[in-house]
Every structure is written in structure tokens, then in C-alpha cells.
């Protein structure tokens, strides 16, 4: 867009047309392949039996030896059997380990190819095709039983206890085109009711915790893509946002809209050359990330250079763009429990606000101690009480901090989590998530 063009979504601009259609319901069957024992059992007979012997042959004046020629072929028959033992070693090692797997097969153990050494979070299996990315998760009830998990290529997951298990849920040729490969990017309930939006530019609407959606048609007008939506109230009240920086209030279940902002981000700064803002001049482009103060309402927008960020309050007409004067570009931003903000800067750096709100400069922050060896950082989130938190980032990079991100300590069990780690998702103090790229899942044991 040039400068000092605007695009404005007013109230009679409304990009949406609300339409109900039901969706139906789709369970996969987890299944197990057995392995066959094989002869593993004759085979370790017979390597203990060539051990023992060995052992005798090893003991020299311990054992009482004869004389002639029947000691002789004794001898010359021991010394074969420890060659063949040389010979045979790898095959007969492997026989041990066949007998092992097979034996925990049998007695209801399976060796799990994906298990990981973290005493803190267990990988869990998804029924996903390889290259899904997952995008974000909620729950409907207070116990953090029955939930709903987001990702690329159309993909929606429910689970019925607590994210142990998780089932492809179907919304149904005549709600979802399948010649459209949707990226569902947000998820939130409050209650039984939920919302889901997308890209391309989707909305859904469940009042039943999920058992039928409807689907509320947007405009093609619409600026920008669907990247959240937040059920802010009870009986049909939400707010919806784009990478834009679009704003729309809804207080009866999507039938009317409100624009909360008066114009688009790129139309904000250009039309605010004079600001100062680094990098803002003659801006086109979209939020790379979008985080909602849940207390207060506020929003945070982060450019997608990295190299400035913008906010939202209740009751302004435009986003309020923020100067920077360090030159390391932020990789994501978002606000902490306490209502302070925190950031992490490409190369694996990590920065809390001061002060328990949006601070005014850029040096008002203080940066943790971190090791990330190096590996960028994606996201960081807390429990819902906010005492633990925890930054993810690429090659399975997990770290932990129990003094509200001072101090960081990695969790080295996580390391061989071959992918990247872009969220951290708590529902209670004891149901948290690890969002990833190639369908990863990880569910947290508590302990941390």
C-alpha cells in the first residue's frame, strides 16, 4: 500500500455473513504390529552355554586338570567354541535384544520409537501425515479434559483426557472444501462455547463444545488473515484479529461486527513517517505474531522484520508504534502472567520487562541468563499460574525457570525432538504443551 492511503473497516464494512452448516465426526483406530520371536530363546541358550565354557577355559589353576589325550580334545573343542563365539557375536547379540523387544510385546509394553529421556515431557503419537505443523490448542471444560488441536493442511485433533490421546476430527465436505488446504491458526473457548479461524480467511463457531460448527462467512474485503480470535465473554461475545492489525468485536455470536481500529497497520505507519519509527517509513507487510494481554484487553504486534513492534488499547482508534534503539532483531514478543512483557531476539536471546506493563523504552528490559547454545528461541509461555516458565525453540530446545525467567535451566531430555518447537501452551498448572513442526506433540508430566 503507499503512503497516506488508508483502508478503513468501519461498522458498515462488515466483512461477515453469518451461515450454519453441521459437521460430521471422525475417529481413527490406533493399531499395534507384532514382531515375530524368532528363535531368540535357542540362540541365547546356546551363547550362555559358550560363555560358561569360556569362563572354565579362563580360570587356569583354579580348575583341576587331567592328563592325555581326552583333555587334549577338550581343550582343542573349548578353544573352537570361543572362535565361533568371535564369529557369532553381533548375531547373537541381536538375538538377545529380538528376545527382549518380543518379550515386552507380549506383556503389554511397547517400545515406542518416538519415547524421549525428558523427566519433564513425554512425546505423544498423533494421527497426522508427516509435515503437519501444529498451531495452537484449547480446552472447553475447567479440568483440561476435553480439547481441540490445531495445525497446517486442514488439520483438527480432539482429545477426551487431557491430551494423552488424540482423535482427526471431520468437519464435513459441506463446511470445509477439501480441494482447500486450510491453516487453522487459532483456537479459543470459553465454556462449551469456541471459535476457530484460518487461512485462507475461515471462521467457525461451536455452541455445543465442538459437536456441530457453523461457519461465518467473511468478505474478501477483510484486511488481512485471520491469525486470532479470543471467546472474550460469555453468549457470543469475541474478538478477532488479522496480520493486518484489523480488530473486530463481536457481542452476539458473529451475527454483527464492530472494527475497534480505525485502519490497517501499514496505512498507520505511513501516514506517521514523522514518528521516527525505524523502519516504518513507506511500511507494507503484516505481523509476523499477535499476544493479548488477557487481563487488560491490550494487544502487542510484532513487525515481521523484527525490528519494531506495535500495541492496542481498549478505546484507540490506531495501533501505537514502538521505537527501538537495539539493533538485534525480536524473533517474538508476548506478555507474561504478571501482566509484564518479555521478548526474544534472534540468536537466542531473552528480555523481561522491568515493570508489569507495555514499557515505554527499549531499555527497560533485562535480559535472562540463557545458554541456547546458539539455537534461536520461538516462544515462551508459563503455567497458568504463572510460577514455572518455559522458551522453546529449534532442535527440540526446551528450558525451564522456576524465578520468573531469570535464570533458565535446559532440559536435555528434549534434545532428540528432531524438529522445531514454536509454542508453549498451559491450560491448568499441570496440562501444558509443546506445539511443533512435523506433527510434534509434547505433553507436560509436571516436575520442572
Same mark, same amino acid.
Given at each position: 500500500?503507499?503512503?497516506?492511503?488508508?483502508?478503513?473497516?468501519?461498522?458498515?464494512?462488515?466483512?461477515?455473513?453469518?451461515?450454519?452448516?453441521?459437521?460430521?465426526?471422525?475417529?481413527?483406530?490406533?493399531?499395534?504390529?507384532?514382531?515375530?520371536?524368532?528363535?531368540?530363546?535357542?540362540?541365547?541358550?546356546?551363547?550362555?552355554?559358550?560363555?560358561?565354557?569360556?569362563?572354565?577355559?579362563?580360570?587356569?589353576?583354579?580348575?583341576?586338570?587331567?592328563?592325555?589325550?581326552?583333555?587334549?580334545?577338550?581343550?582343542?573343542?573349548?578353544?573352537?567354541?570361543?572362535?565361533?563365539?568371535?564369529?557369532?557375536?553381533?548375531?547373537?547379540?541381536?538375538?538377545?535384544?529380538?528376545?527382549?523387544?518380543?518379550?515386552?510385546?507380549?506383556?503389554?509394553?511397547?517400545?515406542?520409537?518416538?519415547?524421549?529421556?525428558?523427566?519433564?515431557?513425554?512425546?505423544?503419537?498423533?494421527?497426522?501425515?508427516?509435515?503437519?505443523?501444529?498451531?495452537?490448542?484449547?480446552?472447553?471444560?475447567?479440568?483440561?479434559?476435553?480439547?481441540?488441536?490445531?495445525?497446517?493442511?486442514?488439520?483438527?485433533?480432539?482429545?477426551?483426557?487431557?491430551?494423552?490421546?488424540?482423535?482427526?476430527?471431520?468437519?464435513?465436505?459441506?463446511?470445509?472444501?477439501?480441494?482447500?488446504?486450510?491453516?487453522?491458526?487459532?483456537?479459543?473457548?470459553?465454556?462449551?462455547?469456541?471459535?476457530?479461524?484460518?487461512?485462507?480467511?475461515?471462521?467457525?463457531?461451536?455452541?455445543?463444545?465442538?459437536?456441530?460448527?457453523?461457519?461465518?462467512?467473511?468478505?474478501?474485503?477483510?484486511?488481512?488473515?485471520?491469525?486470532?480470535?479470543?471467546?472474550?465473554?460469555?453468549?457470543?461475545?469475541?474478538?478477532?484479529?488479522?496480520?493486518?492489525?484489523?480488530?473486530?468485536?463481536?457481542?452476539?455470536?458473529?451475527?454483527?461486527?464492530?472494527?475497534?481500529?480505525?485502519?490497517?497497520?501499514?496505512?498507520?505507519?505511513?501516514?506517521?513517517?514523522?514518528?521516527?519509527?525505524?523502519?516504518?517509513?513507506?511500511?507494507?507487510?503484516?505481523?509476523?505474531?499477535?499476544?493479548?494481554?488477557?487481563?487488560?484487553?491490550?494487544?502487542?504486534?510484532?513487525?515481521?522484520?523484527?525490528?519494531?513492534?506495535?500495541?492496542?488499547?481498549?478505546?484507540?482508534?490506531?495501533?501505537?508504534?514502538?521505537?527501538?534503539?537495539?539493533?538485534?532483531?525480536?524473533?517474538?514478543?508476548?506478555?507474561?502472567?504478571?501482566?509484564?512483557?518479555?521478548?526474544?531476539?534472534?540468536?537466542? /536471546?531473552?528480555? +523481561?520487562? @522491568?515493570?508489569?506493563?507495555?514499557?515505554?523504552?527499549?531499555?527497560? $528490559? %533485562?535480559? !535472562?541468563?540463557? &545458554? #541456547?547454545? /546458539?539455537?534461536? +528461541?520461538? @516462544?515462551?509461555?508459563?503455567?497458568?499460574?504463572?510460577?514455572?516458565? $518455559? %522458551?522453546? !525453540?529449534?532442535? &527440540? #530446545?526446551?528450558?525451564?525457570?522456576?524465578?520468573?525467567?531469570?535464570?533458565?535451566?535446559?532440559?536435555?531430555?528434549?534434545?532428540?525432538?528432531?524438529?522445531?518447537?514454536?509454542?508453549?501452551?498451559?491450560?491448568?498448572?499441570?496440562?501444558?504443551?509443546?506445539?511443533?513442526?512435523?506433527?510434534?506433540?509434547?505433553?507436560?508430566?509436571?516436575?520442572?
Amino acid at each position: 500500500m503507499r503512503a497516506h492511503q488508508h483502508q478503513h473497516p468501519t461498522r458498515h464494512d462488515a466483512p461477515f455473513a453469518a451461515f450454519r452448516r453441521r459437521r460430521t465426526f471422525l475417529k481413527t483406530t490406533p493399531f499395534r504390529k507384532e514382531e515375530d520371536k524368532g528363535n531368540a530363546h535357542h540362540i541365547h541358550a546356546r551363547i550362555m552355554m559358550m560363555t560358561q565354557r569360556a569362563s572354565l577355559r579362563g580360570r587356569g589353576d583354579d580348575v583341576e586338570k587331567g592328563g592325555g589325550e581326552e583333555e587334549e580334545e577338550e581343550e582343542e573343542a573349548t578353544t573352537k567354541t570361543i572362535q565361533m563365539t568371535k564369529r557369532q557375536l553381533a548375531m547373537a547379540s541381536l538375538a538377545v535384544t529380538m528376545q527382549t523387544t518380543t518379550g515386552m510385546l507380549l506383556e503389554g509394553k511397547e517400545a515406542k520409537a518416538d519415547e524421549i529421556l525428558s523427566n519433564f515431557w513425554e512425546q505423544i503419537d498423533l494421527p497426522l501425515d508427516p509435515g503437519v505443523i501444529l498451531l495452537d490448542v484449547a480446552f472447553t471444560d475447567e479440568d483440561a479434559k476435553h480439547g481441540f488441536l490445531l495445525g497446517t493442511r486442514q488439520t483438527i485433533l480432539e482429545t477426551f483426557d487431557g491430551g494423552k490421546t488424540w482423535d482427526a476430527k471431520d468437519l464435513g465436505a459441506d463446511l470445509i472444501d477439501d480441494e482447500v488446504n486450510y491453516r487453522f491458526n487459532s483456537v479459543s473457548f470459553r465454556g462449551d462455547e469456541g471459535w476457530i479461524v484460518g487461512k485462507p480467511a475461515i471462521l467457525l463457531h461451536t455452541t455445543d463444545a465442538g459437536k456441530t460448527w457453523e461457519r461465518v462467512g467473511l468478505s474478501p474485503r477483510l484486511p488481512g488473515i485471520p491469525v486470532l480470535i479470543t471467546a472474550t465473554g460469555d453468549d457470543g461475545v469475541a474478538e478477532m484479529v488479522t496480520d493486518q492489525g484489523a480488530i473486530y468485536l463481536t457481542t452476539d455470536a458473529a451475527r454483527n461486527w464492530k472494527a475497534a481500529v480505525e485502519e490497517t497497520v501499514d496505512a498507520t505507519l505511513n501516514r506517521t513517517v514523522s514518528s521516527g519509527v525505524q523502519g516504518a517509513s513507506y511500511y507494507t507487510g503484516s505481523f509476523s505474531t499477535v499476544s493479548r494481554n488477557p487481563d487488560t484487553g491490550e494487544y502487542i504486534g510484532l513487525s515481521s522484520r523484527g525490528n519494531f513492534y506495535m500495541s492496542w488499547a481498549p478505546g484507540q482508534a490506531y495501533w501505537q508504534p514502538h521505537n527501538r534503539s537495539s539493533a538485534r532483531r525480536i524473533q517474538s514478543m508476548g506478555w507474561r502472567k504478571d501482566g509484564g512483557v518479555w521478548q526474544l531476539t534472534r540468536g537466542g /536471546g531473552i528480555y +523481561l520487562s @522491568d515493570t508489569k506493563a507495555l514499557p515505554e523504552q527499549d531499555d527497560e $528490559f %533485562t535480559e !535472562g541468563k540463557i &545458554g #541456547s547454545r /546458539g539455537y534461536g +528461541l520461538l @516462544d515462551l509461555g508459563s503455567n497458568a499460574s504463572g510460577t514455572k516458565y $518455559f %522458551t522453546v !525453540g529449534g532442535s &527440540g #530446545s526446551v528450558f525451564s525457570s522456576n524465578d520468573k525467567g531469570k535464570t533458565w535451566k535446559r532440559d536435555r531430555g528434549t534434545d532428540q525432538v528432531a524438529g522445531n518447537l514454536y509454542k508453549v501452551v498451559f491450560a491448568k498448572d499441570d496440562v501444558g504443551f509443546i506445539l511443533g513442526n512435523d506433527g510434534i506433540l509434547l505433553r507436560y508430566r509436571g516436575g520442572a
